[in-house]
């Protein structure tokens, strides 16, 4: 899945991220959205940035994610008003200034924006292996929000080996299709 990813142009993978974004858009917890936590993309995951700048156009207050440097696997989130006021954090990804960030249970997202190494029909995901969405998709802030996987339709497998603490997303967009996980 990865060296796929790595091997996408700029254009395919730009092509399929507008694709994606305009999907996210149509979803109902999108459309009446107070707080939106997105995440900033790295190694040519589908670009979330689209989805964050209009959030910010239309006045939704945009969360992201940092990775917590005193606590491996756990996400703190800030809140940001403008893409510029990010800083390089951990693993190299873009994430909001420290003292911008609070814990995550500080916040109510109506819709949370998940990245994935791939997802499959039940909206299980497989990740990087440090935790870091498992957990806080875990957390009391993201039991009321509509949790969205973003991937490219070849990141989506029929079947993936899921564990009792995984939490699936809701629904898995792709530039082809929106798969709702939960009739």
């Known amino acids: 899945m990865l060296a796929r990813r790595a091997a996408l142009t700029p254009q395919d993978a730009a092509r399929a991220s507008a694709a994606v974004a305009a999907r996210v858009w149509e979803l109902p917890a999108a459309a ?9 993309p790295v190694k040519n995951e589908i670009d979330a940035s689209l989805v964050a700048r209009e959030a910010l156009a239309r ?17 703190d989130i800030g809140c940001v ?13 873009l994430e ?12 109510a997202p109506d819709l949370i924006l998940v990245p994935a190494v791939a ?4 909206g299980n995901r ?3 292996g440090g935790g870091y969405y498992d957990r806080l998709l875990a957390r009391p802030m993201a039991a009321g929000a509509f949790t969205a996987g973003l991937a490219y339709a070849f990141q989506v497998l029929p079947r993936l080996p899921a564990q009792a603490w995984d939490i699936p997303v809701d629904a898995v967009v792709t ?6 996980t939960h009739p």
């Open 59 to 75: 006045g939704i207050r945009l969360l992201l994610p940092r990775c917590r440097t005193d606590a491996q696997g756990i996400l």
């Open 96 to 107: 909001p200034r420290e003292d911008a960030c609070r814990s995550a249970d500080a916040f």
């Open 126 to 128: 497989l990740g990087f």
């Open 81 to 93: 008003t403008c893409l510029s006021d990010v800083v390089a954090g951990r693993f190299g990804i």
């Open 32 to 40: 009446g959205a107070r707080e939106i936590l997105a995440y900033l």
């Open 119 to 122: 997802f499959d029909a039940a």
């Open 175 to 180: 530039e082809h299709q929106t798969l709702f």
